[in-house]
Each structure stands twice: as C-alpha cells, then as structure tokens.
C-alpha cells in the first residue's frame, strides 16, 4: 500500500484526478470505478475542469459505481445516480449509456445484482477503482461484520452509516436502511485501488488500514493484500499514521 500525503483537500483531489486523467490518456476506453461521498466531490471538480481544459477525452471511457441506495430512483437528489451525474457525467463527454450504476429499484434485487457485476466482467474490469472510506471502515457499502461478500449485493447499513448519512436527508428517517453494493471480489479484482479521504475525523481509521490488523470488522483493511493500492490522504487524515508508513509523493512512481 503506498499512502501520499497531500497538503489539503485542493492537493488530493488533484492528485487523484490526473490519476484517471493519465489512465484514460494512455487507455481511452478505460473502465472507472467511481464511488461517491462527499471525499471524491473535490476530485470530480478538478477533472470536471481538466476536460474543460482539454486535458481528458472521455468519450471512450465506461464508468461503474460502487453502490446505490436501495428505493432510491436516479431522479432522487439524495440517489448516487444523481450525485455521478450532477458532479461528474453532465459536465464531461462520458456516453451516459456507458456509466452504470446498481439500480436501486430494480424489481428484482439478486438479479440486478448477477447482472452488474458480469457487465464488470464483460467490459474486461475495472482498470482503476477509487474508494472514500466509513468511519467503521467501509468500503462501498461492504459494512464490518463477521463475512465479507465477494461479488454486488444487497446490504444492510449499519446504525454508524445511517447515522453518518443522516447529514444529507432532511432527517434520519428518510436515509435508506439497505443498499446495493459491489463486494469486496469486485473491488479486489481492479487493476489499481485509489482511495481517498480526508480530515481528521477519518485519522483513526486511515491508521487501522494501513497499520492494522486485517479484519473483517474493517472491510477496508482487506485492501492490505491488493498489489496496487495508493491511499491518497491529506495531513489531517494522516494524522495517526507512524511516519515510515508515509512515502514521498516524489519517491513515488504511479
Ligand atoms: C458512503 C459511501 C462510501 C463512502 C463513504 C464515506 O457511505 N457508500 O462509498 O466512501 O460514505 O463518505 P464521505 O466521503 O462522505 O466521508
């Protein structure tokens, strides 16, 4: 795991962005993975600016997300439908047919599930994932619990998430219960593993994936055995961290 840290909030989100940027100069039909939360929002901006720029084509690019509230249709503000694409896919020349996102009121949840991740399968993976993480160590919605799930499905949040959520509904009622997310299979199975976060708030846990024990009661710390994992963190979240788990953005080829 190699873990940059980033002067402030602007620093990684532009880090992170010319890494996708570098990815779909070399390989225009590259495969994202992209996630939401309010972490990469920073990192959409800067490559929603860089294509404006003329630095990105998108147009070859598929995009899958890690996630989607169950019950929420892609109208709702609050679905991640929404979120990809108010911050991301209506600013750049992305094929909006080609960015997918688990259907969170599919009629049939285990099938929508099946079906996402051989879209993944058949669109030949995911060539670059980006990951925020929970406070409890989620990834996507991959909640700490005795096991992990491999390939999408149906989960239960947990009373941290809904609690954590809660900030972007009106109240705590209205956050979803359940969500559909990509399992720790697919997400192990990118090719590069960029994950994000920020402040201090998230210090305890950036500690506990880098430095901790690998547990099923941190999801995130699985990424400890992925070949290629760059954990991009600004000096508040890298706060807790023993300094010779730092490297130099310099001494770093990514
Ligand atoms: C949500 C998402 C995760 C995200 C996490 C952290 O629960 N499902 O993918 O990483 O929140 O969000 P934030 O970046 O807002 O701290």
Do not use: W
């Amino acid at each position: 795991m190699k873990v940059i840290v980033a002067k402030n909030y602007e620093e990684l989100s532009d880090i992170a962005a010319k890494q996708i940027v570098e990815l779909v100069s070399e390989k225009p039909q590259a495969i994202l993975g992209l996630a939401t939360g309010s972490t990469p929002e920073g990192m959409y901006k800067r490559l929603v600016e860089l294509y404006n720029e003329n630095k990105v084509d998108f147009s070859k690019t598929k995009s899958f997300n890690l996630d989607e509230y169950k019950g929420l249709k892609g109208e709702h503000p609050q679905s991640y439908r929404y979120f990809m694409n108010t911050k991301l896919f209506d600013h750049i020349n992305i094929d909006k047919a080609n960015t997918y996102v688990p259907n969170g009121t599919a009629e049939n949840i285990e099938e929508e599930c099946l079906a996402y991740d051989e879209r993944i399968t058949a669109a030949g993976g995911i060539d670059l994932q980006v990951l925020g993480i929970g406070n409890n160590g989620h990834i996507g919605f991959n909640e700490p619990s005795d096991f992990l799930y491999m390939g999408t499905h149906l989960t239960d949040l947990t009373e941290d998430t809904i609690n954590a959520n809660s900030r972007f509904f009106d109240s705590k009622d209205e956050v979803p219960t359940q969500a559909i997310t990509m399992g720790l299979g697919g997400i192990m199975k990118a090719k590069r593993i960029l994950l994000l976060a920020s402040g201090e708030k998230k210090a305890p846990i950036i500690a506990k994936l880098v430095e901790g024990k690998i547990s099923t009661k941190i999801p995130a710390s699985i990424l400890q055995v992925h070949s290629d994992v760059v954990v991009i963190v600004n000096e508040a979240a890298a706060s807790l961290l023993k300094k010779n788990s730092i490297r130099n953005i310099e001494s770093i080829s990514l």
